[in-house]
C-alpha cells in the first residue's frame, strides 16, 4: 500500500483522496447517534494519544536539561525538507504546514511571476561580487527608481546588526506631481522626466549614497524598456493637451462587462488622462503635471505594489486590488462574489513553487521592507472594515434598550458606538542561564554559546562597539545593555522585577570562552568570562543552535515578547486630556502604537498560531438583571429586545436550576467541569478530563474562569460579583441576594448580612472630629469625599449630623477669628505689582515645555520645519528683524507658533504670544489680543505718532526689554499704524534705532482673508491701512506654509480641492464682475440653496430631536454678516 502511494501521480492522489471523503461521507450518513459518540470518543481518545506521546518528551525539559541527551532530532524539532506539494498551486511546504495556507486550498489563483530579465536576474543571484554589493545595498537601489516614498510614523533602526526590518505606527506611500516646480529637484517619479537618460542616472546616483553609477545605468535601462508604469506616464504626459488634465491609475481592473477605454482617450488599461472637474474614486492615483503637495496613495490601488517597488515588480505587475476574486476549486470559475483577501494574495505570491523563480525571496532587506508594508496594508484593509462599519453596530445595557424602544422605537438614538473589541493576551516563557558551559561537559552547547550568546564585547576591550553611547552630560561612553555584568555566587531578584542571574567568577567555579573579535580593522582573540554572557535557555539554545533569548517571567515588568514588548509603553507615546464627549479614534490611535517587524509580518501573513494558553481560561460575565451588553444594529434591534441574550451569567443561573452537580458550585469554578457553548450560550459538561468523585458523569480538568474584574464605584454591580464568589449555586439573581430566607433589597445589603462588608465607623468618627475644628466648607468638602471616594457602606448614617452641630462648629470658629485683633492687615508688595506681567511670562513649567517640543518637533511637515528653523535662527543670531509666515487656512499655523514658543521659552527665555482678536489668542500658549498686551493706540494721535501706552519701568516694558520673540497672529486684521506703533515703542525701550529695537517680530496670517475694517471706507482706504502698505513692510521676510494638514493627515482629498480653490479665490485668479465686483463660484465650490429656511434644514436637520446633543450643536454652525 505504502509503495503503491509512492507511485502515485499528484492526479492519482487527488482522485483517491476524492473516494476516500466520499465513501467516509456515506458511512458517517448511515451511522446512528450512538455509533456517531462512541467513534468521537475513540477519535479524541487516540489524538490525545498521540499529542501525549510526541510532547512527553520535552514537557518540562527546560528545567532538567541533560547535556547528555540528543534534543535536535525529536519529531517535532526536525522538520525536515519542504517536500509537500499543494495539489492546487504546486507550492512547495513542509510537512505538517496548513494545506490551505498557500492558496486557501484552490480558491485562489494569481498569475505566475515571471523570471526577471539582465541585469536584474544576475544581481539578485547572490553569485557574483556586484550581485553580493547589490543585495547588500537593495533598498538603496530600489530607492533610486521607486516612483512613491515610503513614510512611516518611526522606523526601529539598531545600531549593528539588524536581520530585521521593523517600524512603529503608521505606514504610508505618498505621490507628488509628474513634473518637479521649478525651484526644486526632481525626485521619485519626476526624475523619469528629466530628459535625457545620462541625467536621470546621475540625478539617482547623487540622491543615493553607497550605490554604483554603472548598477543604476543597467536597472534604468531595464525599466525604460519592460515597466509598463514607465512607458504609461511618458506617453500620458505627451498627451497632456494643458495643465489642468490630470493623468488617473484607476484603483481596480475594468470589471467584466464595462469597456476598458470610456474615459476620455485611455492609455493603457485603466490610466487614463482626464480633466479637472472629473469625479475620482478616493482610491484611485490622482497625478498632476505640476503641483508641489504630495498625496496618499490608498492601500488597495492595484498600482499600490509595483510603483514603490519596480525591482520587484519590474514589468508594473499589479497588486493586490478588491476585483481579485476568488476561483471555485472544482470548476476552476471566477466566484464573482467572493473577494480575495489581502491576506490570502499575499501568503500566495511569498509561496515558494516548483517551476518559478520567485525572486521578491531573494531581495533580502528589499523583501523585509516589503513584507512589512504588505502587511500594514492587511491590517490597513480590516480596520477599514471596521472604521465604515461603526455607525452600524451600537451597544448598550438590555434595560436601557428595551426602555428606549419602548418609548420612542428610534434606534439611532440609543447606544454607543463600538470600535474596537477588546482582547487578552498570555505567553509561555522559559527559565535562563548566564553562564558559559563547561566544554567538557557540553561541547555542543558551549560552542552556540560563545557564538551566538556573548555580548560584543565591548567598553574598554572594544571602545567602538555599536553599544556603546555617551553617558548625557559627559564625555564618557558606556554601554546601553549595562555590560559587562556583575558576577554573582547565586541568582537574586532586583529590585525592579528582573532577575539578577548567577554570574561565577573563574574562582568559584565559572568557566571562560575564546572568541574572535574586530577591534580597529584587525582580528584580535581574546578571553572572555560569564560577565559577557546574555541569559539564555539551554534547552532552546542547544535545539535552534542560534541566538535566542527567552525570559521567565515572575512580575509584568520582566515580560518580553519575541516580536515586540506588548507590556512595554510605546517610544514615541503622545498623552491628552480629552473632555467628555470628545472623540475617540481607537483606529488610529492603534496605528500609530503599532510596532511591525519583518519577521512577524511573514507569520500573520501566513495565519500562523501567535500565542499558545494553558490552561484554558474562560472569561465570565458580570452585570446586573437585565443589565448585559447587547450589541445591534438597526435592522435588528427589535429582535434583540424581543429575545434578550444570553451570557455566562444568565446561563450559570439555568444550569443551576437544571443540574444537581453545578448547584455546589462557585461562578469561577464552573469552567472546570463544563464548557461554554459559544452558539448555544450554553453550558454543557465535559466529556474529557478526570472523573469526580462521587459525580461519575461529571469531568474535571484544569481550565479557569476569569470573572471579569468590576470596580468598586460600580456599586451595586461589585456586590454581585463579590457575592458571586460566596453564594455556591444561585438559580436567579433573586435567589443571589437572598440571606437565609430574607430576600434582600439591594445587593449591598445581601454583602452585609453576609458579613463580606466593612462597618462605616471609621467614616462616623472623622465626620465628628472634624465638626469639632473644621469650618462649614471644610466640613462639607470632607462629606462629599466620603461620599464620592471612601464608598461608605450605608451613606445615609452620615447625614444624621443636626443643624446645630454644624452651627456650634461655626461659631467656635468666628469666635477664633474676632479673638485674633492684632492681625495685621495683609498689604500687597508695590515689587509684586511690577513682576506680575514678569511672573506670567517666566512661570511656565520647563518640563513639560521640554516634553511638548521633543514629542512634536518630529511632527512637522518640509514646510513647516523650513519655516521653524528659519525663525529660531533668526532669534538665536539675536539679529532682530520682522518675518511674516504666510499661512492659508489648515497648514498647521497655529502649531507651528506654538512649538515656537514651546522651544523658546523652554529655555527660561521670553516669548510673548499676542493675536489681533480674543479667540485666536486662546489658541496660542499664554497668548492674549495685542491690544492687552502691547497697549495699542485705539485713537489717532494729535500728531500722527502712534506709539504703544507703555512707559519705561512697568512690568509691561520689562517684559518687552527681556522678549526674545515677539508673536503676532491673525496680523493681517491689525492696522498698519498699530505695527508702527510697536516699532516706536520697542526702538524706545531698546535705545536702539533698528527695526522693532532688534527683537524678532514674528507677524503670522493670510491677506487672502479679513483686511483691517474701516468704519465706512472704500476698497482703497483697507489696502492703505494694510500692513503692506507700511514703510516697515519692505523690511519684511516672507515665509510661507502650503501643505493642507488634513489633506497630509487624513489623505482627504475633498479638503485638498477646497483649499485650492479657496487659495485661487484669495489670490484673485478667478475673474471679477467689472459693475459690481463680485465673483462667480465654480458649481464644485459648496452646496447653494434657495431660502434661508433650507439652509437651517440642511445645517440642522432634525433639530427637534438633536438639540439636547451638544457635540451635535458644537459640530455645526451658520455664520451671517
Not at 990 to 995: A, E, L, R, V
Request: proline fraction near 5%.
Amino acid at each position: 500500500m505504502t509503495a503503491d502511494r509512492a507511485a502515485e501521480t499528484p492526479q492519482q492522489e487527488q482522485e483517491r483522496r476524492e473516494k476516500d471523503r466520499a465513501r467516509h461521507a456515506g458511512a458517517r450518513a448511515a451511522e446512528t447517534p450512538q455509533q456517531t459518540r462512541s467513534r468521537s470518543e475513540l477519535q479524541r481518545t487516540r489524538q490525545a494519544a498521540v499529542r501525549t506521546a510526541q510532547w512527553t518528551f520535552l514537557e518540562g525539559e527546560a528545567f532538567r536539561y541533560d547535556p547528555t541527551k540528543v534534543y535536535d532530532s525529536h519529531p517535532q524539532l526536525c522538520i525536515g525538507r519542504m517536500i509537500k506539494h499543494c495539489l492546487h498551486c504546486n507550492a512547495l511546504k513542509w510537512p505538517g504546514e496548513a494545506p490551505g495556507m498557500c492558496c486557501s486550498n484552490g480558491k485562489v489563483k494569481l498569475p505566475a511571476l515571471k523570471t526577471p530579465p539582465e541585469p536584474l536576474e544576475s544581481l539578485t543571484s547572490g553569485r557574483l561580487a556586484e550581485s553580493k554589493h547589490f543585495l547588500e545595498n537593495i533598498r538603496r537601489y530600489n530607492s533610486c527608481f521607486q516612483m512613491t516614498s515610503f513614510g512611516v510614523s518611526k522606523e526601529v533602526i539598531q545600531p549593528g546588526y539588524m536581520p530585521t526590518f521593523k517600524v512603529q505606527g503608521q505606514v504610508y506611500h505618498r505621490v507628488g506631481s509628474l513634473l518637479a516646480s521649478s525651484d526644486e529637484e526632481p525626485k521619485f517619479l519626476q526624475i523619469y522626466f528629466m530628459g535625457d537618460e545620462r541625467k536621470q542616472a546621475e540625478r539617482r546616483y547623487n540622491t543615493n549614497p553607497g550605490t554604483r553609477r554603472s548598477i543604476i545605468i543597467k536597472l534604468q535601462e531595464m525599466l525604460h524598456q519592460h515597466n509598463s508604469y514607465v512607458r504609461l506616464f511618458k506617453t500620458a504626459i505627451e498627451r497632456m493637451p494643458t495643465d489642468e488634465h490630470k493623468v488617473v491609475i484607476r484603483a481596480d481592473k475594468t470589471p467584466a462587462g464595462e469597456h476598458a477605454r470610456r474615459f476620455n482617450e485611455s492609455l493603457v488599461d485603466e490610466v487614463a488622462v482626464v480633466m479637472v472637474g472629473s469625479e475620482f474614486s478616493t482610491r484611485d492615483i490622482v497625478l498632476e503635471k505640476k503641483n508641489s503637495q504630495l498625496k496618499t496613495v490608498c492601500e488597495t490601488n492595484r498600482a499600490y505594489d509595483a510603483l514603490q517597488y519596480p525591482l520587484i515588480f519590474w514589468e508594473g505587475e499589479d497588486g493586490y486590488h478588491f476585483t481579485n476574486k476568488q476561483v471555485d476549486p472544482t470548476t476552476g470559475e471566477t466566484m464573482l462574489h467572493k473577494k480575495v483577501s489581502a491576506m490570502a494574495f499575499y501568503a500566495y505570491r511569498i509561496m515558494v513553487r516548483n517551476a518559478e523563480v520567485n525572486h521578491i525571496l531573494r531581495c533580502r532587506q528589499l523583501f523585509h521592507q516589503f513584507i512589512v508594508d504588505m502587511y500594514a496594508k492587511i491590517e490597513a484593509e480590516r480596520l477599514l472594515f471596521v472604521r465604515t462599519h461603526q455607525q452600524e453596530l451600537r451597544v448598550d445595557d438590555y434595560i436601557h434598550l428595551k426602555d428606549a424602544i419602548a418609548n420612542d422605537g428610534k434606534a439611532d438614538n440609543i447606544g454607543q458606538l463600538v470600535i474596537l473589541p477588546s482582547t487578552f493576551t498570555g505567553s509561555p516563557r522559559h527559565m535562563h542561564d548566564a553562564e558559559i558551559p563547561d566544554r567538557e561537559q557540553d561541547l555542543h552547547l558551549h560552542n552556540t554559546i560563545k557564538q551566538s550568546m556573548i555580548h560584543g564585547p565591548c567598553g574598554k576591550l572594544n571602545p567602538n562597539a555599536p553599544c556603546m553611547e555617551q553617558r548625557p552630560g559627559t564625555s564618557i561612553k558606556q554601554c546601553s545593555k549595562r555590560y559587562p555584568k556583575q558576577l554573582l555566587q547565586e541568582t537574586e531578584t532586583g529590585d525592579d522585577g528582573y532577575p539578577l542571574y548567577r554570574r561565577r567568577s573563574t574562582n568559584d567555579g565559572g568557566h571562560t570562552a575564546e572568541i574572535k573579535v574586530r577591534v580597529n580593522n584587525s582580528v584580535q582573540t581574546i578571553v572572555v568570562d560569564n560577565k559577557w554572557v546574555v541569559p539564555y535557555c539551554p534547552l532552546l539554545s542547544r535545539i535552534f543552535d542560534a541566538h535566542i533569548n527567552v525570559e521567565y517571567c515572575n512580575s509584568v515588568k520582566s515580560i518580553k515578547y519575541i516580536c515586540k514588548y506588548v507590556n512595554k509603553g510605546s517610544d514615541q507615546a503622545v498623552f491628552g486630556l480629552e473632555k467628555d464627549g470628545t472623540a475617540v479614534d481607537e483606529i488610529t490611535q492603534y496605528q500609530l502604537g503599532r510596532y511591525i517587524s519583518s519577521n512577524e509580518a511573514v507569520w500573520r501573513i501566513l495565519d500562523f498560531s501567535i500565542h499558545e494558553r494553558h490552561p484554558t481560561v474562560v472569561h465570565l460575565a458580570v452585570h446586573l438583571e437585565n443589565g448585559q451588553r447587547v450589541y445591534f444594529t438597526t435592522d435588528n434591534i427589535h429582535k434583540k429586545v424581543n429575545e434578550p441574550p444570553r451570557t455566562t451569567l444568565t446561563a450559570f443561573f439555568l444550569l443551576c436550576q437544571k443540574d444537581d452537580f453545578a448547584q455546589t458550585l462557585l461562578y469561577c469554578d464552573v469552567p472546570k467541569y463544563y464548557t461554554w457553548d459559544a452558539s448555544g450560550k450554553v453550558f454543557k459538561r465535559r466529556v474529557q478530563g478526570t472523573s469526580v468523585q462521587g459525580y461519575p458523569n461529571i469531568r474535571e480538568t484544569d481550565a479557569l474562569g476569569r470573572v471579569y474584574t468590576i470596580h468598586p464605584n460600580n456599586f451595586e454591580c461589585f456586590f454581585v460579583r463579590l457575592l458571586l464568589h460566596t453564594v455556591r449555586g444561585p438559580t436567579s439573581f433573586e435567589a443571589l441576594r437572598t440571606v437565609n430566607g430574607r430576600v434582600c433589597e439591594t445587593f449591598r445589603q445581601a454583602c452585609q448580612l453576609r458579613g463580606l462588608l466593612a462597618n462605616d465607623q471609621q467614616w462616623d468618627a472623622a465626620m465628628s472630629e472634624a465638626a469639632v475644628a473644621q469650618s462649614p466648607s471644610r466640613l462639607r468638602n470632607l462629606f462629599a469625599l466620603i461620599l464620592a471616594v471612601c464608598n461608605p457602606q450605608n451613606p445615609g448614617m452620615n447625614l444624621d449630623y443636626t443643624p446645630d452641630m454644624f452651627n456650634q462648629a461655626l461659631i467656635l470658629l468666628e469666635n477664633k477669628v474676632f479673638d485674633g485683633k492684632v492681625l495685621p492687615v495683609p498689604q500687597r508688595n508695590r515689587g509684586d505689582r511690577l513682576s506680575s506681567a514678569m511672573l506670567r511670562e517666566t512661570s511656565y513649567n520647563v518640563n513639560e515645555l521640554n516634553a511638548y517640543v521633543t514629542a512634536n518637533e518630529p511632527l512637522l511637515v518640509p514646510d513647516q520645519r523650513a519655516a521653524y528653523n528659519a525663525i529660531l535662527a533668526q532669534v538665536e543670531r539675536k539679529a532682530g528683524g520682522i518675518i511674516f509666515l504666510d499661512a492659508p487656512g489648515g497648514t498647521g499655523k497655529t502649531f507651528v507658533i506654538n512649538l515656537l514658543l514651546a522651544k523658546i521659552r523652554q529655555q527660561s527665555k521670553i516669548a510673548v504670544a499676542v493675536a489681533s482678536s480674543g479667540i485666536a489668542a486662546t489658541l496660542l500658549h499664554g497668548g492674549r489680543t495685542a491690544h492687552s498686551t502691547l497697549k495699542l493706540p485705539l485713537t489717532r494721535p494729535s500728531d500722527d505718532k502712534y506709539v504703544c501706552n507703555i512707559k519705561k519701568g512697568t512690568s509691561e516694558a520689562m517684559v518687552l526689554q527681556e522678549c526674545q520673540l515677539i508673536v503676532w497672529d491673525e496680523c493681517t486684521m491689525a492696522n498698519r499704524h498699530a505695527l508702527e506703533a510697536l516699532n516706536y515703542t520697542l526702538q524706545d525701550l531698546h535705545g536702539s534705532g533698528c527695526n522693532m529695537g532688534g527683537v524678532v517680530l514674528l507677524l503670522a496670517g493670510d491677506f487672502r482673508q479679513t483686511l483691517p475694517v474701516i468704519p465706512k471706507g472704500t476698497i482703497a482706504d483697507e489696502l492703505k491701512a494694510c500692513l503692506k502698505s507700511s514703510y516697515l513692510w519692505i523690511h519684511v521676510t516672507s515665509l510661507k506654509l502650503s501643505t493642507n494638514m488634513r489633506v497630509h493627515l487624513q489623505g482627504d482629498v475633498s479638503a485638498g480641492r477646497f483649499a485650492e480653490q479657496l487659495v485661487t479665490v484669495g489670490n484673485g485668479k478667478i475673474p471679477a464682475d467689472r459693475v459690481n465686483g463680485l465673483i462667480s463660484f465654480p458649481t464644485n465650490f459648496c452646496n447653494l440653496v434657495e431660502s434661508v429656511e433650507i439652509l437651517k434644514d440642511r445645517v440642522f436637520p432634525n433639530i427637534t430631536t438633536h438639540f439636547r446633543d451638544h457635540a451635535w450643536l458644537c459640530e455645526r454652525a451658520i455664520l451671517a454678516p
